[in-house]
């Protein structure tokens, strides 16, 4: 099977700016989360969809971030404006319940300068 | 409240050593338990998944193991190589979410 595809791989953006990533998860998996992990610590949940239903938003900073799963397929991430702090890389992760395990895809690595 | 704990926090082996890696966690009423691999920058790479009816899982030279009841997971690598160098994180479910330990990153000596 195809695994979870993210996008872009890289983003630099000034302080200030915003920016946008893509998730599109493995077919059929209904849960799906958005990770933010910070250099040299874990993964950090921001929010984590049933379909197209949120789940947990509670770590979001939701004054500058926001996320949505239309169609309960493929997520995107925005984020709005940046602040140096939201340099990390970004997750993406599907599953089709919590026994059968969880994917990740390769990440978006952003640098707010 | 699922906690994740890895021990240690970095480690370097000399090429070919055999190595072991720490996982502890809190509630032992777990579905499963996850090991993943990151390099620097990328995403997670899922290693072995080991379910709580199981006590291991090999695949090629990794092997975890699993203790439930003492809330334990070791992650064995025989004959390391230069590039096992890589961060390793453990993850068990809670309430549909992953809860992650803080990873132990490895460092192979050529």
């Known amino acids: 099977e195809a695994g979870v595809a993210q996008s872009p791989r890289y983003k630099i953006i000034e302080k200030r700016q915003s920016v946008a990533f893509w998730c599109n998860p493995i077919s059929g998996h209904a849960t799906l989360y958005w990770y933010q992990q910070i250099l040299g610590q874990g993964p950090k949940l921001l929010i984590q969809?049933?379909?197209?239903?949120?789940?947990?938003d509670s770590q979001l900073p939701k004054d500058r971030f926001s996320a949505e799963r239309l169609k309960g397929v493929d997520s995107t991430l925005k984020i709005q404006p940046a602040k140096l702090e939201d340099s990390a890389v970004y997750l993406c992760a599907s599953s089709s319940g919590q026994a059968l395990g969880y994917t990740f895809g390769s990440g978006t690595r952003l640098t707010v300068v | 409240k699922q906690e994740v704990t890895q021990i240690p926090a970095a480690l370097s082996v000399p090429e070919g050593e055999n190595l072991v890696l720490n996982c502890s966690f809190t509630?032992?009423?777990?579905?499963?338990l996850q090991w993943f691999r990151q390099d620097p920058g990328k995403g997670l790479t899922s290693l072995l998944l080991?379910?709580?009816?199981?006590r291991e899982q090999t695949s090629g030279r990794l092997n975890a193991s699993l203790d439930k009841s003492s809330g334990r997971s070791t992650l064995y690598i025989a004959a390391s190589q230069p590039g096992d160098s890589a961060t390793y994180l453990c993850?068990?479910?809670?309430?549909?979410?992953?809860?992650f330990g803080k990873g132990t990153r490895l460092h192979i000596l050529p």
């Open positions: 993850a068990v479910p809670s309430d549909d979410k992953i809860i």
């Open positions: 080991i379910q709580s009816s199981q």
């Open positions: 509630d032992s009423a777990i579905y499963n």
């Open positions: 969809f049933q379909n197209n239903g949120v789940v947990d």
